[in-house]
C-alpha cells in the first residue's frame, strides 16, 4: 500500500448467486475488500470487476516506483502514497456461451446491490463496477453488422444503461489467437499486425487485422443500442507460448510486439480513428502452472515471463525503457533433474506418468508443445523431472518404483526445456513474492500508461 498505483479487484462468477439476493452480502464484500482498503496510505479502488481470473499483465520502468502524482484515464489527479483499485470486476465473461446461461440471471441484480453497497459506502462516485465480457457476447459477419445475441438482448440493454450512469466502461476480453485455434478455416496472417492477405472489407472500411475487426464489431454493437461513444477496456489480450501448433515464442512475440505498435500509433479502428481503446491489459503477467486446462493445453502458457521471472523473449512495451527485464537473484534449486532409467520393463510407467502429470504440469508434451516429438524415454523424463522439481527435488519423488533416477546432465533437448525449480526457503521465496507483487503493481501502472 502507499504507492501510488492503480489495481483491479475481482468477484469470481460463484459468488454472483449470493450477491445478487442479499445487500447484506454485498455490504459484507464491500467492506472487507473496498473499503478497508480506502484510507489514507492504503489502496485507491477505482474498480471492481465481476472476475474469474485476474486481469491486467505487463511491465514498466523501476524508476516509476515510489510516491507519485498522474492523471488516471478518467482524467482524475491521483494522489500520492495510495494504490488505486480499478473497476472491481464484477465475475468474468459471465456471459460465455459455453456456460448456458449459469451465471447470466446475477448479474444485474447483484451490481445493483453492489452499487448501492458502495454508495451506503460513500465510494460509488470514486470506484466503478464493470463486467468483464468476452467477445463472443457479440457477433457479425462484418463489423459494422455487430449486435449483441439475441438472447442477451435485453440484459446488455440493462447492463450498457448502468455502465453509461455510473460513467464505467465496457470491458471486453478479445483473444486472436482462439479464432485462429478453434477455426483450421481462420487466415493466420489476419490474426497479427504484419499486414494480410485476407483484409475484410467492410463498405469504405477495410480490416487488416482481427483485433481492429472484433473492436469494431463491439462498436457497432453499443452503436445500435444508442452508446456509441461508450469508453472501451480490453480486460484481457495476449497470445501463449506454448501447448499449441499456434502458440509459440515467436509468434507470441509477433503479436504482443504488433498490438503495442498499434496501439501506440494511436491511429484507432475504422469505426473509431484517432481513439484506441482506453486502456488494454495484456494477459498474462506469469504462467499458471495449475490453472484449468479445459480450453486447451495453452492456457498454462500465456505469461510473458515464465516461472522464475525470465522474459520469455524480447518485448518493447514503449515506455522508453527498452525490453522486459528479467528478474535477478532468483534462488534456484540445485542443477539436478530426474530422468527415466535405460530399461526395457517399462511396467506400470503409465500409472506414474499419470500421478505425475496430474501434480505437475505436463502439457507442453502433447500435440503442438515444444515438448511434443521428443521421444517415449524422453516424454517419461519430463514428466518423472516436472514432478521431482514440484517436490524441491526430493529425492523419494524421483523413484517411481525404481524407474527414475538423478542425473546432473541437462536432458533439455532443442527448445524442450527440462525445468529447474527454485527454492522455498522463507527468505528467497518471500523476497520474490514481494518483488512479484511490485512487478505486477508497476505492470498495472504500465498498461494503463501505454495506451494514453
Not at 460513500?122 to 445475441?149: H, I, M, W
Not at 480450453?295 to 514503449?318: C, T, V
Not at 522463507?426 to 503493481?441: E, H
Amino acid at each position: 500500500m502507499g504507492t501510488g498505483f492503480e489495481v483491479m479487484i475481482g468477484i469470481p462468477n460463484e459468488m454472483l448467486a449470493a450477491l445478487s439476493s442479499s445487500t447484506d452480502a454485498s455490504d459484507l464484500w464491500v467492506r472487507h475488500n473496498v473499503s478497508t482498503y480506502m484510507v489514507k496510505g492504503g489502496v485507491n479502488i477505482r474498480s471492481v470487476c465481476r472476475v474469474g481470473e485476474i486481469v491486467g499483465d505487463q511491465s514498466t520502468k523501476e524508476d516509476t516506483v515510489g510516491p507519485s502524482v498522474w492523471t488516471n484515464s478518467f482524467g482524475e489527479r491521483k494522489s500520492d502514497k495510495m494504490v488505486d483499485i480499478l473497476h472491481p470486476h464484477l465475475g468474468n465473461e459471465p456471459f460465455l456461451s459455453s456456460y448456458s446461461g449459469q451465471f447470466q440471471s446475477y448479474v444485474i441484480p447483484a451490481l445493483m446491490n453492489l452499487q448501492q453497497s458502495l454508495a451506503k459506502a460513500n465510494l460509488a462516485g470514486f470506484t466503478k463496477l464493470v463486467v468483464p465480457c468476452n467477445a463472443d457476447a457479440y457477433e457479425a459477419s462484418l463489423p459494422s453488422q455487430g449486435a449483441f445475441r439475441p438472447e442477451l438482448a435485453q440484459i446488455m440493454t440493462q447492463l450498457v444503461s448502468f455502465l453509461n450512469s455510473n460513467g464505467s466502461p465496457f470491458v471486453v476480453n478479445i483473444y486472436p489467437f482462439l479464432s485462429l485455434y478453434g477455426n483450421s478455416d481462420f487466415p493466420q496472417d489476419y490474426a497479427f499486425f504484419e499486414g494480410t492477405n485476407h483484409a475484410v472489407t467492410d463498405g469504405a472500411n477495410v480490416y487488416y487485422n482481427a483485433f481492429d475487426g472484433n473492436y469494431d464489431t463491439l462498436v457497432a454493437a453499443l452503436n445500435k443500442m444508442g452508446y456509441g461513444q461508450m469508453p472501451i477496456v480490453i480486460g484481457e489480450v495476449g497470445w501463449p507460448t506454448d501447448g499449441a501448433v499456434s502458440a509459440n515464442l515467436t509468434a507470441a512475440r509477433a503479436f504482443t510486439q504488433g498490438l503495442i505498435y498499434h496501439v501506440l500509433s494511436n491511429k484507432g479502428t475504422p469505426l473509431r480513428p484517432g481513439n484506441p481503446p482506453m486502456d488494454i491489459y495484456l494477459f498474462s503477467l506469469l504462467d499458471e502452472g495449475a490453472k484449468s486446462i479445459l480450453p486447451g493445453n495453452f492456457e498454462r502458457h500465456w505469461g510473458i515471463f515464465s516461472f522464475d521471472g525470465q522474459a520469455k523473449y524480447p518485448l518493447n512495451l514503449g515506455l522508453g525503457n527498452g525490453l522486459l527485464k528479467n528478474a535477478k537473484d532468483v534462488q534456484y534449486l540445485p542443477s539436478r533433474w530426474c530422468v527415466a532409467k535405460s530399461s526395457n520393463d517399462l511396467s506400470g510407467v503409465v500409472n506414474h506418468i499419470r500421478i505425475a502429470c496430474s501434480a505437475a504440469d505436463c502439457t507442453t508434451l502433447n500435440y503442438g508443445g515444444s515438448c511434443n516429438g521428443i521421444g517415449t524415454k524422453g516424454n517419461i523424463s519430463y514428466a518423472f523431472n516436472s514432478y521431482y522439481q514440484l517436490q524441491k527435488q526430493d529425492s523419494q519423488s524421483c523413484d517411481f518404483d525404481g524407474l527414475g533416477m538423478i542425473t546432473f546432465l541437462d536432458p533439455s533437448v532443442g527448445d524442450c526445456r527440462f525445468l529447474v525449480g527454485i527454492t522455498g526457503s522463507n527468505s528467497s521465496s518471500s523476497t520474490l513474492c514481494r518483488r512479484w507483487f511490485i512487478a505486477w503493481l508497476l505492470i498495472l501502472l504500465g498498461v494503463w500508461i501505454f495506451v494514453m
